[in-house]
């Protein structure tokens, strides 16, 4: 496909952006937030500043870009929908095309011809391919994020993948937390398939993240008016769907939730989006390690190719992944204060790197960080 056919549009009207979701028609590959439903919500619920930068080929769109404007400082920036709460991002195409760099230059053309406001756009945590296809975005010179995302080759058998990663270990574990949980009252392990169960997951859910944030110094991302409600509808939605792309499953002992996995699926693969633990006498059972090892052992047996940790590196993911993927950041500087901001990006983002490379100053950095949270909150 020669990038002198296509044709980039901005489309901001509700009825047009639906439209352009339709005409793409259903074998599109996304990441799991680049889909028309977390688009809508996210707009009517979190930001009314979205928008939707589409290239089409002889009217037919083959990239879609969902985007929400948000103000940083004195400079507005175009992000993926949802912010820091879209992931293993990865645009929405129709597959078997050849998107070049060419073709997306003239997509943020017509962007700033649209949006004169605009003075970059900041595409973060982004998958450098997703079902086999890749990513026409890292055409554009793009950076290494710092969080990697890792994941486990599934091959339809759970004991292949047990046996990656000391299987006896984790199975012994598993029986030892399995009998803690009947002593204690007995367990059970819930996927929701009704609303009102997906409002207790996240209400849970919501409650131990923020007591875990706060401990940690970390900004809680789910304060901001709408995220809880967006949420909340989002997974309400999808509880009852035979194919859910958003899933939420939990453990519960003695009747009450200890531990709660947020999940979504984008082509051959499942995504863990979050966790949240109940911090109680329970706790030292690891029963979100728990609550993985069941939905892991489920995983393998669906058509599911992969199943992904999501964006970061912690010891537990160590534990089962047997694939480290990188994850990519592209900015497009759309105005002379752009360009600035876009250098110091990537300083910033550099520096972050090579903290998080370093597992003694990160702990440090980690410290400091909850210690000043502690010191604003008294």
């Given at each position: 496909m020669?990038?002198?056919?296509?044709?980039?549009?901005?489309?901001?009207?509700g009825?047009?952006?639906?439209?352009?979701?339709?005409?793409?028609?259903?074998?599109?590959?996304?990441?799991?937030?680049?889909?028309p439903?977390?688009l809508?919500?996210?707009?009517?619920l979190?930001n009314?500043?979205?928008?939707?930068?589409?290239?089409?080929c002889?009217e037919?769109?083959?990239?879609?870009?969902?985007?929400?404007?948000?103000?940083?400082?004195?400079l507005?920036?175009?992000?993926?929908?949802?912010?820091?709460?879209?992931?293993?991002?990865?645009?929405?195409?129709?597959?078997g095309?050849?998107?070049?760099?060419?073709?997306l230059?003239?997509?943020?053309?017509?962007?700033h011809?649209?949006?004169?406001?605009?003075?970059?756009?900041?595409?973060?945590?982004?998958?450098?391919?997703?079902g086999?296809?890749?990513?026409?975005?890292i055409?554009?010179p793009?950076?290494?994020?710092?969080?990697?995302?890792?994941?486990?080759?599934?091959?339809?058998?759970?004991?292949?993948?047990?046996?990656?990663g000391?299987?006896?270990?984790?199975k012994?574990?598993?029986?030892?937390?399995?009998?803690?949980?009947?002593?204690?009252?007995?367990?059970s392990?819930?996927?929701?398939?009704m609303?009102?169960?997906?409002?207790?997951?996240?209400?849970?859910?919501?409650e131990?993240?923020?007591t875990?944030?706060?401990?940690?110094?970390i900004?809680?991302?789910?304060?901001?008016?709408?995220?809880?409600?967006?949420?909340?509808q989002?997974?309400?939605?999808?509880?009852?769907?035979?194919?859910?792309?958003?899933?939420?499953?939990?453990?519960?002992?003695?009747?009450?939730?200890?531990?709660?996995?947020?999940?979504?699926?984008?082509?051959?693969?499942?995504?863990?989006?979050?966790v949240?633990?109940?911090e109680?006498?329970?706790?030292s059972?690891?029963?979100?390690?728990?609550?993985?090892?069941?939905?892991?052992?489920?995983?393998?047996?669906?058509?599911?190719?992969?199943?992904?940790?999501?964006?970061?590196?912690?010891?537990?993911k160590?534990?089962?992944?047997?694939?480290?993927?990188?994850?990519?950041?592209?900015?497009?500087?759309?105005?002379?204060k752009?360009?600035?901001?876009?250098?110091?990006?990537?300083?910033?983002?550099?520096l972050?790197?090579?903290?998080?490379?370093?597992?003694?100053?990160?702990?440090?950095?980690?410290?400091?960080?909850?210690?000043?949270?502690?010191?604003?909150r008294?």
């Amino acid at each position: 496909m020669n990038h002198r056919q296509l044709e980039a549009k901005i489309l901001i009207d509700g009825r047009d952006v639906e439209a352009a979701w339709f005409e793409l028609g259903a074998d599109f590959i996304s990441g799991a937030s680049q889909t028309p439903r977390w688009l809508a919500l996210w707009q009517s619920l979190v930001n009314r500043d979205c928008l939707v930068a589409a290239l089409y080929c002889e009217e037919q769109p083959v990239l879609i870009l969902p985007l929400e404007i948000r103000q940083t400082g004195p400079l507005r920036i175009a992000i993926y929908a949802g912010g820091p709460h879209a992931n293993c991002n990865f645009p929405a195409i129709l597959p078997g095309q050849n998107i070049t760099a060419d073709a997306l230059r003239l997509l943020f053309d017509a962007l700033h011809h649209a949006r004169p406001d605009i003075d970059l756009v900041s595409l973060t945590r982004q998958m450098g391919e997703l079902g086999g296809f890749a990513n026409p975005l890292i055409k554009i010179p793009s950076r290494v994020n710092a969080n990697i995302s890792l994941a486990i080759t599934l091959d339809g058998n759970f004991e292949t993948v047990l046996a990656r990663g000391n299987a006896k270990r984790k199975k012994k574990k598993h029986r030892h937390d399995m009998r803690r949980f009947e002593d204690a009252g007995g367990f059970s392990t819930i996927t929701a398939t009704m609303p009102e169960e997906t409002n207790a997951m996240l209400d849970n859910y919501f409650e131990h993240k923020a007591t875990r944030l706060a401990q940690a110094g970390i900004k809680n991302t789910y304060e901001p008016a709408g995220v809880k409600d967006f949420f909340k509808q989002l997974f309400a939605e999808e509880a009852a769907a035979s194919s859910p792309r958003f899933q939420l499953k939990a453990l519960k002992v003695a009747g009450q939730y200890r531990a709660v996995l947020g999940k979504s699926y984008a082509a051959d693969q499942t995504f863990i989006d979050f966790v949240g633990i109940a911090e109680d006498e329970l706790v030292s059972t690891s029963p979100g390690e728990f609550l993985f090892f069941e939905d892991i052992a489920a995983s393998c047996q669906t058509d599911l190719h992969i199943y992904s940790f999501g964006i970061g590196d912690e010891p537990y993911k160590r534990s089962w992944c047997d694939i480290e993927l990188p994850t990519y950041d592209t900015d497009i500087s759309l105005t002379a204060k752009g360009r600035i901001f876009q250098a110091w990006l990537q300083v910033r983002r550099k520096l972050v790197r090579m903290m998080k490379q370093n597992e003694f100053v990160w702990a440090k950095v980690k410290k400091l960080r909850s210690m000043l949270r502690g010191a604003r909150r008294s």
